[in-house]
Nanobody, 120 residues
Framework: QVQLVESGGGLVQPGGSLRLSCAASGRIININAMDWYRQAPGKQRELVATINSGGSTNYADSVKGRFTISRDNAKNTVYLQMNNLEPEDTAVYYC??????????????WGQGTQVTVSS
């Protein structure tokens, strides 16, 4: 059984910072891409940032220059450093990972989500 557990969400004022973490545990051989998504009330879930196993990253235009995704492969953990937060960043943030659980089997797993609220 594989689990993704997120942490680090909370309430922050506009212009503030938060760092989200997502740790994968269980029977893991290795992890390919790891992503952060978010879903605001009444909106569809959107991809925020992605990082592959080699460390290459991509970001949504709305967060470029403010958010940084990184990973620690030894800890099976992905991070999202969020700076200069705006009220529009308010959402539930989910991590997602493509995990090899058997030699010939890769599955996609989701975390439970962590709430980020940006408000004064």
């Amino acid at each position: 059984q594989v689990q993704l557990v997120e942490s680090g969400g909370g309430l922050v004022q506009p212009g503030g910072s938060l760092r989200l973490s997502c740790a994968a545990s269980g029977r893991i051989i290795n992890i390919n891409a790891m992503d952060w998504y978010r879903q605001a009330p009444g909106k569809q879930r959107e991809l925020v940032a992605t990082i592959n196993s080699g460390g290459s990253t991509n970001y949504a235009d709305s967060v470029k220059g403010r958010f940084t995704i990184s990973r620690d492969n030894a800890k099976n953990t992905v991070y999202l450093q969020m700076n200069n937060l705006e009220p529009e960043d308010t959402a539930v943030y989910y991590c997602n990972a493509d995990i090899r659980i058997k030699v010939l089997e890769i599955r996609r797993y989701w975390g439970q989500g962590t709430q980020v609220t940006v408000s004064s």
